[in-house]
C-alpha cells in the first residue's frame, strides 16, 4: 500500500461499500447514506446512487464479500477527489465503478484495475424498455425493430412517441425523398419524350430508337432503384398471401416495364396490328412517373403522419431535458433519463420541475395549471409533493426524485394517450371487412379489364388492354381506406390530451357520441369535493368539542371527503384525539366504533334508525334547514343517545353551471345521483337546474340505476371520482372520472378529465362528436374515390365519351387520395372544443 494513502479504519460493515465490496475510509468516502440506523459509505457517486435506488439488493452482499482495498489506479476515488460517474454522454453498456471513464459494449474486466464491469445504470435507464414498433393500420403488428407491415406493408412507426422524432423515422422520409427528387430528375425527360405527340407540331426524333433506348436506360434506374421499396414490399405480399397497395402498384408497375422492355427487345412477338410506325408502343413513361407519384404520395404521408404525434411530443416536451442532480462535487446538470429514484434534486426559480417526487428543503410557489386547471400557483414546502412538468415560481428548493421516466404523472399520461392512439374504434370493422375482400377484387377487376379490352377493343386491342388493366391496379388503393380510421383517432385522442381530456381507447370515443344521458356523481363531480366543516350542533348533555373529538377520532379511519373535512375541522380546534377500536365501515351508510371506551355511530339517520336510537325526530327537524341550504348533515350517538349533528357544506365547482349549460346545448339528458340525502341533493339540484335527481343511492344501487336507464334505451355516460362510483362508472356506456379523484375510479373510467372541470366533459363530447363525423368522412373518401375511380380506370366512360384514365393519371389520383384522407385527419388538430 502507498504510504501516500491515508491508513482505512475498517471496523465495521458500514466502512464496506455495500454496492462494489470495497474497503472505504469514511472520512473521505465520495458519499453516505443512513438506511435502518446503519450509516454506509460508498467508494463514488455511481455506488452511493445504485444504493440509494434500492438498498436491499445489496445488504446481503455486506457480510458475504470481503473487503477488497483500494487499486493503486483509483486512490483518487477513495479520496474522494475524482469520483467516476457515469458522463451524460455516456452509451456503453458496461462500465467500471472505480476507474472514470472505463466503458465497454462488452462485459469483462477493467483494463486498470482489473475489476469486473458493471452494467451501465444510464445505458439501463434507456436500453431497459426496447421500443416497439407497430403498424398505423393494424397496430395488432408489433416489432422489436422497424420494418414493414407483413398485412400492409407500410413502415412501421415507433409505438412510443418521443419528444424529438424517431430516428429511424428520419431516416425512412430522408431516403424516401432522395429517391423521389432522383427518381424525378431522371422521370423529366422521360415524359417529356413520351408526350412530344401532344405538341402541334411534329418532333421527328421522339419516336426514334435512340428516344426509345435513351427512355429504357432512364427509366431502369427509376424503377429499379427508386421504386425498389415498393417492389420489395409487394413481393413479400405475394408470397405472403397478405396482398395489399405495393401488391398492386409493383404488379401494376412491373407490367408497364416489362411490356415495354420486351416491346423493345423483342418486337416481333407482338401482333402487327400493334406496331404504329414499326414500332410497338412503349410505356416506359407510365412505368416512371407512377413511381415518382407514389413516392411524393408516400413523403408527403410520412410527413403529415408524424405531425399526428405532436400532441403527445407537446406533453413531453413539459419535462426539462436535463436536471440539476445534487452530489458530492456540488450541483451536475444530467439528462432526464439518467435520473433515479432517491436522487436529490435542486429546483431553480423558473425551472419546470423534472420528476415526482418529495420537497426536502426550501420553498416555492409552482403553478400546476397543466393538472390541476388550477391558475394560482400553490406554495410547496419541505414535506410537499411536487409534480413533474409543472413550473416553480421564484423560490429555489431541493426535492428528492420519487418517480421518474414512465411512473411518473406526466409519464402515465403520455403513454395512456400513446396506447389510447393504436386502439381500434368499433367502426374500423367496416374498414377491414372491405380491406380484407379488396385487393383481390381489383385483380380480380383488372383481369375482367384485360379480357373485355382484349376481346371487345379496338386495334391495337392489346395495347388497350394492358394499358387500362394498369390503371385499373394502380388508381384502387386500399392505403386510404386502412388509414381513415387510425389517422383520425390518433390526431383526435391527442387533441383531447392538449386539452386535459385522457381517452383510454377509441371505442370509449366512440360510444360517448352516442350518449343520450349524463348521470353524475354529486361530491367532487358537482362540489368542489373539498368539503369544510361548518356547524357542530351537540345535544342537551354534550359539549360541541367533545362530540367533535370523539367524532373525529373515529372518521380518521375513514377514506370519505367529508370525514377528512371533520378530522380537518378537529385539527384545527386543536383538539387532541384519542384511540379507538372496533372500527366498521358501513358502505354508503356512515361508520361504528368504539372510541375512549364509549360506542358511537356516525353517518346517516337511517343507519341511527337501524340500531335503533331513539329521539331522532328532533335531530332530523334541526338538520332540516341545513339540507335545504345544500349542506349535509352527519347525526351522531354515543352509547345509544343522540348526541348531535356536524354540518358539512361542499359549495358546487365554479365552472360547473356553465358546463351543465352547455351540455344541455348538445342535447344531453342530466341526472344526478348521489349517496346524500334528498333535501341536500334537491338543494343542489335546484342551483343548478338539474330536474332529474336520485338520492340516497348506496354504491351497488348507482350501477342499478345505470341499468334501468339503459333498459329505458338511453346510451349512457356517467361521471363520478369516488371509489364508491367506480362499480356506476364500469356499468356505464362510457365511464368519466375525475383527474382529482380515486385511482379506482380513473382505472374504470374510459375517459379522465385531468383537471377535474366539467368542461372537460362539454370538451370530450365535441372531441367525439367531430372525431366521428371526421372519421366518416375519411371512409366516404375512400369509398367513393374507389367507387368511382376504378371503373373509370376500366375503361367504362370509353364507349359513350371515348375518355380513357391514363396509367399515370391513376398513379397521382392513388398517391393523393392517402393524402388527402391524412390531410382531413390533421383538420382535428385545430379543432375548437
Known amino acids: 500500500m502507498s504510504d501516500s494513502l491515508p491508513q482505512l479504519n475498517i471496523l465495521s460493515d458500514s466502512n464496506i461499500d ?52 483500494p ?91 418521443t419528444a424529438a422524432p424517431a430516428v429511424e423515422e428520419d431516416t425512412e422520409l430522408r431516403d424516401l425523398t432522395t429517391r423521389l427528387w432522383i427518381g424525378g430528375l431522371l422521370t423529366l425527360p422521360v415524359f417529356v419524350m413520351a408526350m412530344t405527340h401532344l405538341l402541334p407540331f411534329n418532333v421527328a426524333w421522339a419516336d426514334s430508337s435512340i428516344a426509345r433506348w435513351t427512355q429504357f436506360a432512364l427509366t431502369t434506374p427509376v424503377v429499379g432503384w427508386a421504386g425498389w421499396p415498393f417492389f420489395r414490399r409487394g413481393g413479400r405480399s405475394l408470397i405472403s398471401g397478405h396482398w395489399n397497395m405495393f401488391t398492386l402498384i409493383s404488379l401494376g408497375v412491373g407490367a408497364a416495364y416489362f411490356f415495354s422492355v420486351i416491346a423493345m427487345l423483342v418486337p416481333g412477338v407482338f401482333p402487327h396490328t400493334m406496331q404504329h410506325g414499326g414500332h410497338v408502343p412503349i410505356y416506359f413513361e407510365a412505368a416512371a412517373v407512377i413511381i415518382v407519384l407514389v413516392l411524393f404520395g408516400q413523403v408527403l404521408e410520412l410527413r403529415a403522419r408524424s405531425q399526428t404525434g405532436s ?39 423558473g425551472d419546470r420541475i423534472p420528476v415526482d417526487g418529495e420537497v426536502i428543503e426550501g420553498s416555492s410557489f409552482v403553478e400546476e395549471s397543466m393538472m390541476t386547471g388550477e391558475p394560482l400557483p400553490v406554495e410547496k414546502k419541505a414535506g410537499g409533493n411536487v409534480t413533474g412538468g409543472t413550473v416553480n415560481g421564484r423560490g429555489s428548493f431541493v426535492m428528492r426524485a420519487d418517480r421518474v421516466g414512465r411512473d411518473t404523472m406526466l409519464g402515465q399520461i403520455v ?47 392489346l395495347a388497350y388492354a394492358i394499358v387500362n388493366a394498369i390503371a385499373v391496379l394502380i388508381i384502387a388503393c386500399p392505403c386510404a381506406l386502412g388509414l381513415a380510421t387510425p389517422m383520425s ?76 373535512a371533520v378530522v380537518r375541522g378537529a385539527k384545527s380546534q386543536q ?92 342535447g344531453l339528458d342530466l341526472v344526478m345521483l348521489t349517496g346524500d340525502n334528498q333535501r341536500t341533493a334537491d338543494a343542489v339540484a335546484k342551483s343548478l337546474g338539474i330536474e332529474n335527481v336520485r338520492a340516497e343511492v348506496e354504491p351497488a344501487e348507482k350501477a342499478k340505476a345505470i341499468a334501468e336507464l339503459h333498459s329505458s334505451g338511453e346510451k349512457v355516460a356517467m361521471a363520478g371520482d369516488g371509489i364508491n362510483d367506480a362499480p356506476a362508472l364500469s356499468a356505464a356506456d362510457v365511464g368519466i372520472a375525475m383527474g382529482t379523484g380515486t385511482d379506482v375510479a380513473i382505472q374504470s373510467a374510459g375517459i379522465t378529465l385531468i383537471k377535474g372541470d366539467l368542461r372537460g366533459i ?7 362528436r367531430l372525431t366521428m363525423s371526421n372519421i366518416r368522412l375519411n371512409l366516404f373518401f375512400a369509398f367513393i374515390y374507389n367507387v368511382l375511380g376504378v371503373p373509370v380506370a376500366a375503361g367504362i366512360l370509353y364507349p359513350m ?13 392513388m398517391s393523393l387520395s392517402s393524402v388527402c384522407v391524412v390531410g382531413n385527419a390533421l383538420r382535428l388538430r385545430n379543432a375548437k372544443l
Not at 330 to 335: A, H, R, Y
Request: charged share 20%; hydrophobic share 40%; net charge negative.
Open 18 to 69: 455495500p454496492v462494489c465490496g470495497m474497503a472505504v475510509d469514511p472520512a473521505h468516502s465520495a458519499g453516505s447514506f443512513a438506511h435502518e440506523g446503519t450509516t454506509y459509505h460508498f467508494c463514488s457517486t455511481s455506488c452511493l446512487q445504485r444504493f440509494r435506488a434500492n438498498p436491499q439488493s445489496f445488504l446481503s452482499k455486506v457480510n458475504d464479500a470481503a473487503p477488497r482495498e
Open 71 to 161: 487499486h493503486p489506479h483509483t486512490r483518487s476515488c477513495c479520496h474522494g477527489h475524482a469520483t467516476p460517474s457515469v458522463t451524460s454522454s455516456s452509451t456503453k453498456k458496461y462500465f467500471c465503478p472505480m476507474c472514470d471513464g472505463v466503458e465497454s459494449d462488452v462485459p469483462g474486466d477493467c483494463p486498470k484495475c482489473g475489476m469486473a464491469l458493471e452494467r451501465n445504470p444510464a445505458w439501463v435507464a434507456l436500453d431497459s424498455t426496447p421500443p416497439i414498433y407497430t403498424c398505423p393500420m393494424h397496430p395488432e403488428i408489433q416489432m422489436d425493430h422497424p420494418g414493414d407491415c407483413p398485412i400492409c406493408g407500410m413502415a412501421l412507426e415507433r409505438q412510443t412517441i
Open 311 to 349: 400532441a403527445i411530443q407537446a406533453l413531453l416536451r413539459l419535462a426539462p431535458p436535463i436536471a440539476r442532480r445534487i452530489g458530492v462535487n456540488g450541483d451536475q446538470e444530467v439528462p432526464l433519463d439518467q435520473v433515479k429514484v432517491g436522487d436529490l434534486l435542486r429546483v431553480v426559480p
Open 415 to 461: 403513454e395512456m394517450v400513446a396506447q389510447a392512439q393504436r386502439s381500434r374504434a368499433p367502426i374500423q370493422r367496416v374498414a377491414d371487412q372491405v380491406a380484407g375482400v379488396f385487393v383481390p377484387a381489383v385483380l380480380a377487376i383488372s383481369v375482367i379489364t384485360f379480357a373485355l379490352w382484349l376481346w371487345l377493343g379496338p386495334e391495337p386491342k
Open 489 to 564: 383517432i390518433m390526431v383526435g385522442i391527442g387533441r383531447g390530451a392538449q386539452e386535459g381530456v385522457l381517452v383510454k381507447n377509441a371505442e370509449a370515443l366512440e360510444r360517448l357520441e352516442q350518449v343520450t344521458t349524463l348521470v353524475f356523481d354529486k361530491t367532487g363531480t358537482l362540489t368542489e369535493g373539498q368539503p369544510t366543516l361548518t356547524e357542530v350542533l351537540p345535544q342537551p348533555g354534550f359539549d360541541a368539542n367533545d362530540l367533535l373529538r370523539v367524532v373525529a377520532s373515529l372518521e380518521i379511519h375513514s377514506e370519505h371527503p367529508i370525514a377528512a
Open 575 to 666: 383538539l387532541e384525539l384519542v384511540s379507538t377500536s372496533d372500527f366498521h365501515s358501513v358502505t354508503g351508510a356512515g361508520i361504528v366504533g368504539t372510541v375512549d371506551g364509549h360506542s358511537v355511530i356516525v353517518g346517516k339517520r337511517d343507519l341511527l334508525h337501524a340500531q335503533p336510537i331513539p329521539g331522532l325526530d328532533r335531530l332530523e327537524s334541526i338538520a332540516a334547514p341545513f339540507q335545504e341550504q345544500g349542506q349535509t348533515s352527519m347525526f351522531a350517538a354515543v352509547d345509544g343517545q343522540p348526541a348531535g349533528i356536524l354540518i358539512v357544506s361542499d359549495p358546487v365547482k365554479g365552472t360547473t353551471r356553465q358546463a351543465l349549460e352547455q351540455l344541455r346545448a348538445l
Open 762 to 768: 362539454v370538451k370530450a363530447v365535441r372531441l367525439s
Open 801 to 813: 365519351f371515348g375518355v380513357l384514365m391514363s396509367p399515370m393519371i391513376a398513379g397521382a389520383a
